[in-house]
């Protein structure tokens, strides 16, 4: 995601670089360049194609894609004031695993945390309502499970571990 976001950023870069550099020489020579050259339909066009690829290929792994089949894991996850209760210790590897969030009395954020210590992916957890996140692990390892949501005192003790095996 990281280096999408570098290469996307560095192709803009060279977009604007190359429109103010034209800018400059159309200045200097009367206005007979390539700003002038370019039919300004195509530009929109390009422009557009461009914005759809590049949301396109950033969304790709949208978390929020639910699958439904037999090979789903279904992980209930409940927080309360001031812990995660979740129903499964361990999870596969390479299968979609859909966490069903919610809440015992306010709203918590469930964040999933890497063996790395990377955010995976976060959900909002509300009272009254199921939130569904999908997601599929690539690596086995301890995985934890945070609050992503300011919810009193105790905030920063809900923390509870789940295990991602290989099958
Ligand atoms: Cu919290």
Redesign the pocket.
């Known amino acids: 995601m990281q280096l999408t976001v570098l290469v996307v950023s560095l192709m803009f870069m060279i977009i604007i670089a190359l429109f103010f550099i034209s800018a400059i020489r159309a200045s200097q020579t009367g206005g007979s360049d390539l700003t002038a050259k370019i039919d300004r339909s195509h530009l929109f066009w390009g422009m557009l194609a461009f914005g759809f690829a590049v949301t396109l290929v950033s969304l790709w792994e949208w978390p929020h894609r639910i699958t439904s089949g037999q090979n789903v894991v279904t992980v209930n996850a409940t927080g309360a004031q ?1 812990s995660w209760g979740i129903d499964k210790e361990e999870v596969p590897v390479g299968q979609p695993v859909v966490f069903n969030v919610h809440t015992q009395d306010v709203t ?2 469930l964040g999933v945390v890497d063996p790395n210590g990377r955010l995976l992916f976060q959900a909002q957890g509300m009272p009254g309502y199921v939130n569904k996140v999908e997601h599929i692990f690539k690596q086995a390892g301890e995985y934890r499970v945070i ?1 992503m ?4 005192v105790g ?1 920063h003790d ?1 923390i509870t571990e789940f295990k991602v095996v290989a099958n």
Do not use: L
């Open positions: 001031w918590h954020g609050c949501e300011f919810c009193g905030h809900m």
